[in-house]
């Protein structure tokens, strides 16, 4: 399927598990970002990358690793599960920016619960 | 990235215009104001943007006004599938990320 997917879409972890969240997209878009939104919050942004093999640290990077060996695929691991890391997680795919149009476009979310 | 403030949240009757205001009073002259929208659980979705004019596409109109301190989107006749939280963002045109605030929750009824 076309578009930008998320899996898996929910997850029960307990407290110190590691844990993988997926993110696949099929427009071959160099950009591909992370967010978090908690309950009643806007999204905040955990890592970004501008490319294959290039990552940077968005707002709330603490707990969290990424990596990114092929375009399309953007896998971010929480290493040590928390409580506090109990959250909805989006991924977004954007072109770089041509003419000041940045339209992010955003996967399903992925609802993860740390027990 | 200039600071945004939007109203918590909006009502609006079915079939009238829905006009949701977002102060930018420190936005500099290289930024864009952003409109993105969350329908309930879903990813937020894109809307429109602009620089200093007024925009229009198929999704909703965004006048920003002259000294571009502030700017309104306008959803022409809200249906209630409308009902999200819409998000004002500004951010220069050739920003790696953007910053999602806390938005405006608008209710549409019938």
């Given at each position: 399927?076309?578009g930008?997917?998320?899996?898996?879409?929910?997850?029960?972890?307990?407290?110190?598990r590691?844990?993988?969240?997926?993110?696949?997209?099929?427009?071959?878009?160099?950009?591909m970002?992370w967010?978090?939104?908690?309950l009643?919050?806007g999204?905040?942004?955990?890592?970004?990358?501008?490319?294959?093999?290039?990552t940077?640290?968005?707002?709330?990077?603490?707990?969290?690793v990424?990596?990114?060996?092929?375009?399309?695929n953007?896998?971010?691991?929480?290493?040590?599960?928390?409580?506090?890391?109990?959250?909805?997680?989006?991924?977004?795919?954007?072109?770089?920016?041509?003419?000041?149009?940045?339209?992010?476009?955003?996967?399903?979310?992925?609802?993860?619960?740390v027990? | 990235?200039?600071?945004t403030?939007?109203?918590?949240?909006?009502d609006?009757?079915?079939?009238?215009?829905?006009?949701?205001?977002?102060n930018?009073?420190?936005?500099?002259?290289?930024e864009?104001?952003?409109?993105?929208?969350q329908?309930?659980s879903?990813g937020?979705?894109?809307i429109?943007?602009?620089?200093?004019?007024n925009?229009?596409?198929?999704?909703?109109?965004?006048?920003?006004?002259?000294?571009?301190?502030?700017?309104?989107?306008?959803?022409?006749?809200?249906?209630l599938?409308?009902?999200a939280v819409?998000?004002?963002?500004?951010?220069?045109?050739?920003?790696?990320?953007?910053?999602?605030g806390?938005?405006?929750?608008?209710?549409?009824?019938?």
């Amino acid at each position: 399927d076309a578009g930008i997917t998320q899996s898996p879409r929910y997850k029960i972890t307990e407290t110190g598990r590691q844990v993988t969240l997926m993110c696949h997209q099929t427009w071959s878009h160099s950009y591909m970002f992370w967010y978090r939104q908690d309950l009643g919050h806007g999204l905040r942004l955990i890592y970004y990358s501008a490319a294959a093999d290039i990552t940077d640290k968005g707002e709330v990077p603490d707990g969290y690793v990424v990596s990114r060996s092929k375009t399309e695929n953007f896998p971010l691991t929480l290493e040590s599960a928390t409580r506090s890391q109990t959250s909805v997680y989006f991924c977004a795919s954007r072109e770089p920016v041509s003419g000041a149009y940045n339209e992010q476009f955003f996967g399903p979310g992925t609802r993860l619960t740390v027990l | 990235d200039a600071k945004t403030t939007q109203p918590t949240s909006m009502d609006c009757a079915e079939g009238r215009a829905a006009n949701l205001p977002c102060n930018h009073s420190t936005i500099s002259g290289n930024e864009y104001v952003y409109w993105y929208r969350q329908i309930h659980s879903q990813g937020p979705q894109y809307i429109i943007h602009g620089l200093k004019n007024n925009e229009t596409n198929e999704m909703a109109s965004l006048i920003i006004t002259e000294d571009r301190k502030s700017s309104t989107l306008i959803l022409p006749h809200a249906t209630l599938r409308d009902t999200a939280v819409y998000y004002c963002i500004v951010v220069t045109g050739t920003a790696s990320k953007l910053t999602f605030g806390t938005g405006t929750r608008l209710q549409v009824t019938l």
